[in-house]
């Protein structure tokens, strides 16, 4: 079955479902297996190799997927005759895509397209949100061919006016009393046809490759800052512009403290006696410092206290949020006999000033019984 028959989807041996990234890693197995450089002589597996780059060639492309998702090779197909006769589906498609089968402004070849944007997920600590970081990544982009130079010819060769549209990119076709323009099937828009495809890059002018690239992560970047590298995307065709890179960062929950904004919040036991009679403790920051902060006497659960400036950087800014606290007192669970007995002795001396919330709790209760 010739691949204008087959399904594009088996062609790839992959699923309807499958993301960018499953349909380049199957099509790059396959044309590494089918490639005639590795089956010379071989006229099915050039046959093989042809059809799984013509079905790559379109659903790498997200509106061409998802044409062919709604109407299958229809999306695709001309009339046939002596007047190259249109049908009405090849209007609804120059409508709702313009130029993403090829056209381009009306009486003039098309432009190659730019690259497709790119996204990476980097996961990064607490600290280095706190602090910045460089760092390397790699990723796998198709980059400017470099035997070709992007251009998609053979080396010692050009391209040529299209004899099809005579270099215009369009050509004219008669549907009853309407004369309708099109890109040019020959060329596909371009105007010029190659006189020889590069080898390398087989008439793409761009390659698969691992780019390994520096990232500069500044000081204070929260969930979902967007990091933008212009242009280390995907290599437009035809030595077309790259498409840029988006690098969105997502911070690791840390074991003490949460974020919200510039603030940072922790929780903190405190022992009863130091909530009663006050006390001052000592936290660790991240940016290395021990911040010092005061318990006041008779705090409660639940109270927050702040120290100002403590907490993250602010993203591009100057000066810093706040470290927030939260306090809980912690109920001994183990006493010795001497503690329990000064306990039972402050018990003796308590007249209910002491705990003033517990106090008032207790007489509406009476009160609301007694009603």
Do not use: W
Not at 83 to 88: I, K, N, R, T
Not at 229 to 241: F, H, I, M, Q, V
Request: glycine share 14%; aromatic share 6%.
């Amino acid at each position: 079955m010739s691949s204008g028959e087959a399904d594009l989807y088996e062609i790839l041996g992959v699923a309807r479902e499958t993301d960018h990234a499953g349909l380049k890693s199957a099509y790059r197995k396959l044309a590494m297996k089918y490639h005639p450089d590795r089956n010379p002589g071989n006229a099915e597996a050039e046959a093989q190799f042809k059809a799984i780059s013509a079905a790559y060639e379109v659903l790498k492309d997200p509106q061409k997927r998802a044409a062919y998702d709604r109407y299958g090779h229809a999306a695709f197909q001309q009339g046939g005759g002596g007047q190259q006769d249109f049908g009405d589906l090849g209007d609804i498609f120059e409508t709702i895509f313009g130029s993403a089968f090829g056209g381009g402004a009306a009486g003039g070849r098309s432009r190659p397209r730019r690259g497709a944007d790119l996204r990476y997920d980097m996961q990064i600590s607490l600290e280095e949100a706190f602090h910045g970081k460089s760092t390397e990544i790699e990723v796998e982009v198709s980059t400017a061919c470099e035997t070709c130079t992007g251009t998609g010819a053979e080396p010692g060769t050009s391209r040529r006016r299209c004899e099809l549209c005579h270099g215009h990119g369009k050509v004219r076709a008669k549907q009853g009393f309407f004369v309708i323009e099109r890109p040019c099937p020959n060329c596909h828009g371009a105007g010029e046809v190659l006189e020889s495809p590069c080898g390398d890059c087989r008439g793409e002018g761009r390659v698969d490759t691992v780019q390994t690239l520096d990232v500069e992560v500044p000081a204070g970047v929260d969930n979902g800052t967007r990091i933008r590298l212009s242009g280390k995307g995907e290599a437009g065709p035809r030595g077309a512009p790259a498409g840029d890179l988006y690098i969105f960062l997502h911070i690791k929950p840390h074991h003490v403290f949460e974020r919200e904004g510039t603030a940072l919040f922790t929780r903190v036991p405190v022992s009863f006696t130091a909530a009663a009679l006050g006390d001052t403790i000592e936290i660790p920051g991240l940016d290395g410092e021990v911040h010092s902060i005061d318990i006041p006497p008779g705090i409660q659960s639940g109270k927050q206290l702040r120290k100002r400036g403590a907490g993250m950087p602010v993203l591009q800014g100057r000066g810093r949020g706040d470290l927030v606290i939260e306090v809980m007192v912690e109920t001994p669970t183990k006493l010795s006999s001497r503690q329990k007995d000064i306990l039972r002795e402050f018990r003796e001396t308590e007249t209910g000033d002491e705990c003033p919330e517990s106090r008032g709790f207790f007489e509406k209760l009476k009160g609301a019984f007694s009603a």
